[in-house]
């Protein structure tokens, strides 16, 4: 498995394509870049809100393609994790903002 995954076909082919996130398992913890310029104002927090929600869909039809896992059930785990993750954290986030 290759530690960089491919840019998909239509953001390579988009010149107005900008990186919004990207995210590492590394040392045993979660490393993130984030866009966090990628929307203004009142737009940020449901921007952020959408691609978060847009990413579980996306990580819930890849999981039936690659694995036939039923795309409810995994977008409703996912979002139950997600929640659960909200409310009571099993880490804290930690590093800088670079």
């Known amino acids: 498995m290759s530690a960089y995954l491919d840019i998909p076909p239509g953001a390579r082919s988009d ?4 990186e919004l996130i990207r995210a590492w398992s590394a040392h045993g913890e ?4 984030l866009n966090v310029d990628a929307w203004s104002g009142d737009q940020t927090t449901i921007g952020w809100g959408i691609l978060l929600s847009d990413i579980a869909r996306h990580v819930s ?4 393609e690659s694995r036939r896992l039923d795309r409810t059930q995994t977008l409703a785990q996912i979002q ?3 929640n659960s993750e909200l409310e009571s954290p099993t880490t ?3 590093g800088n903002f670079v």
């Open 80 to 82: 139950k994790v997600f």
């Open 30 to 33: 979660l490393q993130c870049s």
């Open 61 to 64: 039809n890849a999981l039936y």
């Open 15 to 18: 010149k107005q394509a900008s």
């Open 92 to 94: 804290d986030p930690n």
